[in-house]
């Protein structure tokens, strides 16, 4: 399945690919409060943010990723803890995941969408995410 390739970072202020939302999955309710006041603290309070539920796996990332803003809020999630971030800046992007570090949250799988990722289901992009940290910490060691 592996299609994508690592990227380094930018400072780029143009958005990314895809409409800018982000996906959160795997995150109690608590967490998403977090997450939340997170994102509005660096100033992401235009980006839609959307919560997956156990019963989003086996939907298409595009149509995950145009849900209104806190769709799924508030709900227990048992799948995977990642972010998933569409349509955002280079800039933006890199304050997330700098303030994320200062939340005390559990460290989740990060992604970005692209036009390779976008048909994929929840479920088919966790796998590929989990696989590729894998890879990632074998290579480490």
Do not use: H
């Amino acid at each position: 399945m592996s299609e994508g390739t690592f990227k380094k970072i930018g400072e780029s202020a143009e958005p990314m690919y895809g409409p800018r939302a982000i996906l959160v999955c795997g995150f109690t309710p608590s967490e998403q409060k977090t997450m939340v006041k997170l994102l509005d603290a660096i100033q992401l309070k235009d980006v839609p943010v959307i919560f997956a539920t156990d019963a989003d796996t086996e939907i298409c990332l595009c149509d995950l990723l145009t849900l209104p803003n806190q769709t799924g809020e508030n709900t227990d999630c048992n799948i995977e803890r990642a972010v998933i971030l569409s349509g955002i800046t280079e800039r933006e992007l890199q304050q997330i995941l700098t303030d994320y570090k200062d939340t005390g949250l559990t460290r989740p799988l990060w992604a970005t969408l692209t036009p390779f990722s976008e048909n994929w289901s929840l479920s088919t992009l966790l796998e590929e995410l989990k696989n590729e940290r894998i890879a990632m910490e074998k290579r480490n060691r």
